[in-house]
């Protein structure tokens, strides 16, 4: 059980903690170098750096976490104009679909996160495989996350017909039962 606790942490480190630590520096940097741009007319040679991996940091690990929190814009117009189990099967197959493609980018990805260690940035000399890593994180976070929403269908087109409700509304009833709860 250690183990899982440890492993629960991390994703946490990884998805909430880091993304708003590098959201935090990007913006500081950002303003200093507004204020060292255009109050003191000497602009910060390294600031575009800083800020350009702030973002790529923010916004890889930040849609991992936007993934398990349902934070993510859907659009589910198909989806309400079938019948539930029918609109459960398209939801089914498009999931399918992106683990497909997630999962065949994973081996390029890797090999091209690791190809960049010989390319550094122009001012630190940073490997630009420090900026690009969080991508294969993000694609394996992302194929669980979409395989955990895959089970979760199955097992609603496995439910009795009575019972047959879309993924998206399962967590939006149980989230306003847990609202309604407290």
């Not at 679909?97 to 940073?126: D, E, G, N, W």
């Amino acid at each position: 059980m250690k183990l899982k606790d440890f492993l629960l942490k991390a994703r946490d480190v990884a998805e909430i903690y880091v993304p708003c630590g590098a959201f935090i520096v990007m913006f500081v940097v950002f303003v200093a170098q507004v204020i060292s741009r255009y109050v003191f007319n000497f602009p910060l040679t390294w600031a575009y750096e800083v800020t350009v991996w702030g973002f790529s940091w923010t916004v890889i690990l930040g849609a991992c976490y936007a993934m398990r929190a349902r934070s993510h814009v859907t659009f589910t117009m198909i989806y309400d104009a079938v019948p539930k189990k029918v609109g459960t099967i398209l939801c089914l197959l498009g999931n399918i679909l992106i683990v497909i493609a997630l999962a065949i980018l994973i081996i390029p990805s890797c090999h091209y996160i690791k190809f960049m260690f010989f390319q550094k940035t122009s001012v630190f000399r940073i490997p630009l495989t420090v900026i690009f890593a969080p991508f294969a994180y993000f694609l394996c976070s992302i194929i669980g996350y979409t395989i955990k929403d895959i089970i979760s269908e199955v097992k609603i087109l496995k439910s009795p017909a009575s019972e047959v409700t879309k993924p998206a509304e399962a967590d939006a009833s149980q989230t306003s039962t847990e609202e309604v709860r407290s």
